[in-house]
């Protein structure tokens, strides 16, 4: 509890300071103890990007929890630019936040701002994306990161028949060799390499014992990497694969595909490059993550196979009740102490858990909860 005493004697100095300034204005507190109160406090959310439809949500989402219990919210969005995140974050110390909530661009490029605001006092949650190479990281909230590139790869072997919709060994399931090729998203996010991890470890069996092939070769995730999660760069990546490695007769059966955005730029390449409409006409299984709406709308009409659902509103509500208890001066409740080493220290976390949605549960994972309307699936748009 250093850093909070730390920030309570920076609040005392302001205080005084305050009060020498405005006698005689009647403030009546005498102490940032009772000062300590939701409505002077300021909590500095740092998002990455507004092209993804869940950082969007990510935000609005944590800004009015925030503001539900009381609290003065600082939201920036850094438009995937690195030193802009660094700058905003920096801003957001220099003025004083009292918590930060950050979802990193750059996983390992935020150590001296998260040593500035340790100075201050300032407590820090890392938020979906794990900030590394830093010792002042508070908390983590995140989903099981792991397990959703595990779902990922059982949703693809479901999908080519490998699995039955248990997710067992089919009993039908086809010889191969299946052709696949395979996605990551970007290196700096520490994210992309346990989705990795759990595809890959899922894989693996298959891709040893022959069932599966990776025609084009690119089975590292170095050459699978998807640079700031960007949609166009799949569709170039896979625009090339379909070039070098299936002009011929080579079939093409599923592609793992780490989050929507880069699952709807695959789609569009291989749409271009006439392999189907649909994956009933021969459009090869393409997998995904966010459960955005359009993708969504894809997976209805059997375009997109899968995605990987992750409310982000508990995402959130977490982020909330761990600034709170900081704010509050407590320890906030971590239900994995083991799972993320950030290269410095393990970092206390707060995993939640995820779904897969296929066509044959949408309606039920996400239009009968509410999540969605039907009229959204059907447009393709919120
Ligand atoms: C998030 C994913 C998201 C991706 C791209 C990851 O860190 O966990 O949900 O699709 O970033 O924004």
Redesign the pocket.
């Known amino acids: 509890m250093q850093r909070r005493i730390l920030k309570l004697m920076g609040a005392a100095a302001a205080a005084t300071l305050l009060l020498t300034a405005c006698e005689g204005e009647g403030a009546g507190s005498s102490g940032p103890d009772e000062d300590a109160e939701a409505g002077d406090l300021t909590v500095g959310v740092a998002m ?2 507004q092209t ?1 439809e ?2 969007l949500n990510d935000g609005a989402n944590v800004e009015e929890g925030l503001e539900e219990l009381g609290y003065n919210v600082e939201l920036q969005y850094a438009d995937d630019d690195i030193p802009t995140q660094q700058q905003q974050i920096d801003q957001m110390v220099t003025q004083g936040v009292d918590a930060l909530i950050i ?1 990193s661009i750059d996983g390992s490029a935020l150590s001296g701002q998260l040593e500035a605001a340790a100075s201050a006092g300032i407590p820090v949650i890392a938020y ?2 794990l900030i590394r190479d830093s010792e002042n990281v508070d908390f983590y909230v ?2 099981d ?1 792991y397990e ?1 590139g595990v779902k990922q790869a059982q949703s693809l072997l479901y999908g080519l028949g490998i699995l039955d919709e248990n997710f067992e060994e089919a009993e039908d399931a086809p010889e191969g060799p299946l052709n696949i090729e395979l996605f990551a ?2 290196l700096d ?1 520490n ?2 390499h346990f989705f990795w991890d759990g595809a890959m470890d899922t894989l693996e069996p298959y891709l040893e014992d022959g069932t599966l092939e990776v025609p084009s070769g690119q089975t590292d995730i170095e050459q699978a990497a998807t640079q700031r ?1 960007e949609q166009e760069t799949a569709q170039e990546r896979m625009e090339n694969l379909l070039t070098a490695h299936y002009s011929g007769d080579e079939e093409l059966h599923g592609v793992l595909a ?4 880069l699952s709807r730029g695959i789609i569009n390449a291989l749409r271009n490059d006439g392999w189907g409409e649909t994956i009933e006409d021969g459009l090869p299984v393409v997998t995904g ?2 459960a955005e709406i359009a993708s969504i709308s894809l997976i209805a009409q059997g375009v997109q196979h899968s995605t990987i659902f ?1 409310d982000t509103r508990l995402l959130a509500d977490q982020a909330v009740e761990a600034a709170d208890a900081f704010l509050q001066g407590e320890e906030p409740e971590a239900n994995d102490t083991e799972s993320y080493d950030n290269g410095v220290k393990v970092v206390p976390s707060y995993l939640l858990d995820i779904e897969m949605v296929l066509q044959e549960n949408y309606e039920e994972i996400l239009v009968e909860s509410g999540y969605y309307t039907e009229e959204q699936v059907e447009s393709g748009q919120l």
């Open positions: 990455p990007t993804y869940r950082w979802a979906d994306r995140t989903f990161n959703v998203g970007s996010d994210n992309a999660w780490p989050a929507d955005p993550q966010d992750k």
